[in-house]
């Protein structure tokens, strides 16, 4: 129970700092529906502009480059170093059936999803 209200906690900090900040300290946001390739595209970019792409950690007060799943709302439209990245979502959907059915090295900690998914279906 603690690691998942402190997954919920860097989950809010990291959403918080992402609408507030970025603006502020010039950030990059990359934009995408989950299983689309914006890890990878995620960090291509990042390596090209030499910033830091802290996934699964607290996010600095740096200039950094962040990954999320949301539409831009309120006054961080206004960032205009946004990347929206497009899939096919024929590619989305065979993504998320082979992540969620079969056992591969990002999901080998989840064996108990794994299980769930396969009986379900």
Same mark, same amino acid.
């Given at each position: 129970?603690?690691?998942?209200?402190?997954? $919920?906690?860097?989950?809010? @900090?990291?959403?918080?700092?992402?609408? +507030?900040? @970025?603006?502020?300290?010039?950030?990059?946001?990359?934009? %995408?529906?989950? $299983? +689309? #390739? #914006?890890?990878?595209? #995620?960090?291509?970019?990042? %390596?090209?502009?030499?910033?830091?792409?802290?996934? /699964?950690?607290?996010?600095?007060?740096?200039?950094? =480059?962040? =990954?999320?799943h949301y539409?831009?709302? #309120?006054?961080?439209?206004?960032?205009?170093?946004?990347?929206?990245?497009?899939?096919?979502?024929?590619?989305?959907?065979?993504?998320?059936?082979? /992540?969620?059915?079969?056992?591969? %090295?990002?999901?080998?900690?989840?064996?108990?999803?794994?299980?769930y998914y396969?009986?379900?279906?």
């Amino acid at each position: 129970m603690f690691n998942t209200l402190k997954n $919920k906690g860097i989950n809010f @900090t990291r959403l918080l700092f992402v609408n +507030s900040l @970025t603006i502020l300290n010039k950030s990059v946001l990359l934009i %995408e529906y989950p $299983k +689309s #390739g #914006g890890t990878w595209l #995620g960090q291509l970019v990042s %390596e090209y502009l030499q910033i830091p792409f802290p996934r /699964h950690k607290m996010p600095s007060l740096n200039k950094s =480059l962040y =990954l999320g799943h949301y539409l831009p709302r #309120g006054w961080i439209k206004k960032n205009k170093k946004i990347i929206f990245l497009v899939r096919d979502g024929r590619d989305v959907l065979i993504s998320l059936y082979f /992540h969620q059915l079969f056992f591969n %090295e990002k999901n080998i900690n989840q064996k108990k999803d794994v299980l769930y998914y396969r009986k379900k279906f």
